[in-house]
């Protein structure tokens, strides 16, 4: 008899979750429902800014055919949504009363946008009542608010300067509208990037006719007779005015179900390294409501866990590892469980906008001279022998050795402010700890390889100033000569390589979009674009030759 599994939302992560269970549900091993509150099937939510600025169509963003997935076997609910979960009797009840069964429940319910608390705009989100005027362009319905607002050539003001809210931004203004972004942060990216490239990022932004409001605390919103957004007001008295405020604050996973039915929960639902909630075995999480932490209070890889990542990428590693072990237990329950979930490495930030690139990675808070006094050198060594001071010597007692000292970060930069670019490594015993790259988007790939590799970085670290330098660009070089090693990450989301992209355009692939339904490089930030289409043209170029 088929398993019942009961999915709780229907993200992008839940899609690729059903996705990858499809020859399971056609064979009849199981039998799944899946709940979704938004009228739409699972679309892409990452690159609805650009639906809301008109540069893509919201068929476009689709994930999921509901028609497909019905003939298939599949009870798809849109528009409905899981008021409880009752674990002792194995059901899931609906918000207009209805009940479904489980053997296994997956909570894909990922995360909902941070409303700021300020008086003039309800932050309640299951009161879903923002203001006129006020959108936090999560949703397709946020993007056609957006979308009306670029049209009129309307002020849109951005409140938050991270990732999301600068890519709106540049969107924004490139299709014509007035853009202001405030900030709590003294720059841009704080979270991201130091504070000598958010200067100068915040200089290429202002050069692009971003205004940037920055050290700012918003207190309150301004609004019209009508009740429509007019200013946001901010505490030292000024008021920015425009026609619509985009919010983009962060966004915080959704709990609430789970916290309801007594799962445990942190900054996001506690599962072990196999997605399986800590007090029930029927219960799985995934996405950005998961929060990979397991009850062993020793393991050294939870001893830093922070929370879901955030990010489309590890949701999706996260439902392919996931659909495997569910069709495990449905056909071999007792068959011992495969390897954990591989860890997640740090991860690199990209900022998607056409002619602003920045890449941020790892460790890169410190400063030059941070750890200048923490390394002897053997004047100071010589000094305190010759004084008789004792010298600190680890020694081994009871037969174990002394734990190994870790090297120091080194830190090299670069800044050219006039023409926004700049560039920061630091490193450990020479292996890149962490980066941040304005305005150097080929020495930003390839430092990017290097990070991902672990490997060490050249002994002149000039040389890879100069992958941006004039005669590169004579020469019609598009990136460095080591991504095009077939091994080279090129679409970080679903973690496909060059060389299977390469080896579908030979086979036939004649855009992003054939490239995207073959290997599904290209489905989730949109960031690898460019290089897709590089490696379309380099083929044909050689084909031509």
């Known amino acids: 008899m088929a398993e019942r599994l009961v999915i709780v939302g229907f993200g992008p992560v839940a899609a690729r979750l059903i996705d990858e269970l499809t020859p399971a549900i056609a064979a009849g091993t199981l039998r799944v429902s899946v709940v979704g509150a938004e009228r739409d099937a699972a679309y892409n939510r990452v690159l609805v800014a650009d639906v809301g600025v008109g540069r893509m169509d919201p068929e476009a963003l689709a994930l999921a055919e509901p028609a497909e997935l019905a003939a298939l076997g599949v ?38 946008a941070v409303l700021p608390n300020l008086p003039g705009m309800n932050p309640d989100p299951a009161a879903n009542a923002l203001p006129a005027g006020v959108t936090a362009l999560r949703t397709l319905q946020d993007a056609a608010t957006v979308r009306s607002a670029v049209a009129a050539r309307q002020r849109v003001v951005v409140l938050g300067g991270g990732i999301l809210g600068l890519e709106a931004a540049l969107a924004l203004v490139d299709e014509g509208a ?41 207190t309150g ?88 990542a955030g990010l489309i990428g ?42 602003v690139d920045v890449a941020t990675a790892g460790d890169a808070a410190a400063e030059p001279w941070d750890f200048a006094d923490d390394v002897p050198d053997d004047e100071t ?69 290097l990070f991902e590799r672990g490997s060490e970085l050249p002994a002149d670290r000039s040389g890879l100033l100069r992958l941006d330098g004039p005669e590169q660009l004579l020469q ?31 086979q036939g692939c004649r855009s992003v979009a054939d490239i995207s339904r073959q290997t599904r490089a290209g489905t989730g930030c949109g960031g690898c674009h460019p290089q897709l289409k590089d490696i379309i043209e380099q083929h044909f170029a050689a084909v031509a030759a």
């Open 75 to 112: 009870d798809v609910r849109l528009g409905s949504r899981v008021v409880r979960v009752d674990r002792a009797r194995q059901q899931v009840l609906l918000h207009d009363g209805g009940r479904l069964g489980y053997d296994r429940l997956v909570l894909a319910t990922g995360a909902r």
């Open 178 to 218: 007035r853009v202001t972004v405030v900030h709590h942060g003294p720059h841009v990216l704080g979270r991201s990037i130091d504070a000598v490239g958010g200067a100068v990022l915040g200089a290429t932004l202002r050069r692009r006719g971003i205004r940037l409001v920055l050290g700012a605390r918003s």
């Open 221 to 308: 919103l301004a609004r019209t007779e009508e009740g429509a957004f007019a200013a946001l007001i901010l505490a030292d008295g000024r008021h920015v005015p425009g026609d619509l405020l985009v919010l983009c604050c962060g966004v915080r996973p959704r709990i609430e179900l789970a916290e309801g039915a007594g799962l445990p929960t942190a900054a996001g639902v506690l599962v072990d390294h196999g997605l399986q909630a800590h007090s029930d075995e029927h219960v799985f999480a995934v996405g950005d409501c998961a929060q990979v932490r397991c009850p062993d209070s020793g393991c050294d890889r939870c001893s830093t866990s922070r929370g879901p």
């Open 314 to 355: 590890p949701g999706w590693r996260q439902a392919e590892w996931l659909a495997a072990r569910l069709v495990q237990l449905a056909t071999a329950p007792n068959s011992p469980a495969p390897m954990p979930l591989p860890a997640e490495t740090d991860g690199v930030i990209l900022l998607k906008a056409r002619g």
């Open 381 to 449: 060594d010589q000094g305190a022998q010759c004084s008789g001071e004792p010298r600190h010597i680890p020694v081994c007692t009871h037969g174990v050795p002394p734990a190994p000292v870790e090297a120091p970060l080194q830190v090299a930069l670069w800044a050219d402010p006039e023409h926004g670019r700049y560039v920061k490594m630091t490193t450990r015993a020479g292996v890149l700890a962490g980066l941040v790259c304005v305005g150097m988007p080929r020495t930003a790939a390839e430092l990017v390889l």
């Open 476 to 506: 019609g070089i598009g990136t460095p000569d080591s991504s095009a090693d077939p091994e080279a990450t090129v679409c970080r989301c679903a973690g496909i390589s060059r060389g299977r992209i390469a080896a579908a355009v030979e």
